[in-house]
């Protein structure tokens, strides 16, 4: 090293007339510009470009376009986790004195959000049965300003009355905030019918390998956007260049991906309920599904890739049927182009009592199968071993 040259300074990077076909991944935290003048044009919005990573970055922007575009949405943002995403929906809209209604069978950790952080900040909150919007109407008090639900209920694949709710939104002047993970877009646009806002954890079926750790945040309106936007990016709720670049390759696939999970999951769930020692098998796209009718009415054909089955033999029996299952992963996720399997009792609802299970309808021996992409005779043969070797003792 010699002269001007010094491993410190930065290398052009080489330009050409020819542009990379695949996206590329641009991890820089900061953004050079050529003067003061330059820099005020970009954050007046007069002229395109980034600054800091915190507040944008081109991965993130790609990625967000193309969940606008599957949600129909304009000007969402990508966050770092789906909790990042439910978190800007609330804390960039409400305030104190506020008051949040959720659905009483929300994601875990928003439930704790409700119950644990919000009331913290002054933020009152309360549950109530989504597929009941009487039920939701008789919780809202004077001081209510959102409404958060998810679509497809976690393990037992209930149904939210979308329409029914969006209509009581819209009728009391409350803000529907839509969690839309489970269903994606694929099945159900919730913009579309009257939600204001739509958030994801991209972590699931969006990205679609458990690789990257993302959430999405869209809304109709666009100054509500803002607002959101304003609180991730002053929370520093801000998401990896990798984990969207991930994300980004993962939706390139994601149609085909989520139709082939959805046959195999209605296929495997017939196939299910046949078998000794299964006592129970739920799946909206089945007609001995509580909410059957609704299923189809919202979503048609698009009973999603979920399946909740009970075996009979408690605690012992769903111990024997994991370790058979070897080739399936025991892990408490969802959305993964693999199939996984998960155990109520013991991740997402371990903090509930066994009497609290029960009145859902969970046992030891429930279990939530995310249905994945391998050849659904596959999934149907190694299910039915599993259950054989719980059953055999
Ligand atoms: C996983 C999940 C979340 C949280 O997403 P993370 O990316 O894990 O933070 C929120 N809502 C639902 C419905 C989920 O399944």
Avoid at 160 to 169: K, M, P, R, S, Y
Avoid at 230 to 245: K, V, Y
């Amino acid at each position: 090293m010699s002269g001007d040259q010094t491993l410190v300074r930065r290398t052009p990077w080489p330009r050409g007339t020819s542009w990379p076909v695949g996206t590329p991944l641009q991890p820089s935290v900061v953004y050079a510009s050529e003067s003061p003048d330059a820099l005020d044009d970009i954050y007046e919005g007069r002229e395109a470009g980034y600054s800091y990573a915190r507040e944008a970055h081109p991965n993130a922007d790609v990625l967000a376009r193309k969940i606008d575009g599957l949600e129909g949405a304009t000007g969402g943002f990508v966050v770092g986790s789906g909790m990042a995403a439910v978190t800007a929906a609330i804390l960039g809209v409400l305030k104190a004195g506020d008051h949040l209604l959720g659905g009483n069978q929300l994601y875990g950790r928003s439930l704790r959000m409700m119950s644990t952080e919000l009331p913290r900040m002054g933020i009152a909150t309360s549950v109530a049965d989504a597929c009941d919007p009487a039920a939701m109407e008789a919780a809202i008090r004077p001081e209510t300003r959102m409404i958060l639900i998810e679509i497809v209920s976690n393990p037992t694949l209930r149904i939210a009355d979308l329409d029914g709710i969006a209509e009581l939104a819209k009728r009391r002047g409350l803000l529907l905030v839509v969690d839309n993970t489970f269903t994606t877009p694929r099945a159900v646009r919730p913009l579309d019918h009257g939600a204001d806002i739509v958030v994801h954890s991209v972590t699931k079926l969006l990205a679609g390998h458990s690789d990257a750790t993302l959430g999405y945040v869209g809304a109709r309106d666009a100054a509500l956007g803002e607002a959101m936007l304003g609180l991730a990016t002053t929370f520093g709720l801000t998401a990896s260049p990798f984990d969207c670049w991930l994300a980004e390759r993962g939706l390139f696939s994601f149609e085909l991906r989520y139709d082939r999970a959805e046959a195999n999951a209605r296929a495997l769930a017939d196939h299910l309920d046949g078998l000794p020692g299964v006592r129970r098998v739920i799946y909206p796209g089945r007609s001995d599904h509580p909410d059957h009718a609704r299923a189809r009415h919202l979503l048609g054909e698009r009973t999603g890739n979920m399946v909740t089955f009970e075996i009979e033999g408690g605690r012992d029996a769903a111990n024997r049927l994991v370790r058979a299952a070897e080739n399936i992963a025991f892990a408490p996720t969802l959305g993964d182009i693999g199939t996984t399997l998960s155990h109520p009792a013991t991740s997402s609802h371990r903090a509930l009592s066994a009497e609290a299970r029960a009145e859902l309808g969970l046992s030891e021996g429930s279990f939530r199968i995310s249905v994945g992409v391998e050849p659904d005779a596959l999934l149907r043969s190694e299910f039915e071993a599993a259950i054989r070797a719980a059953a055999a003792g």
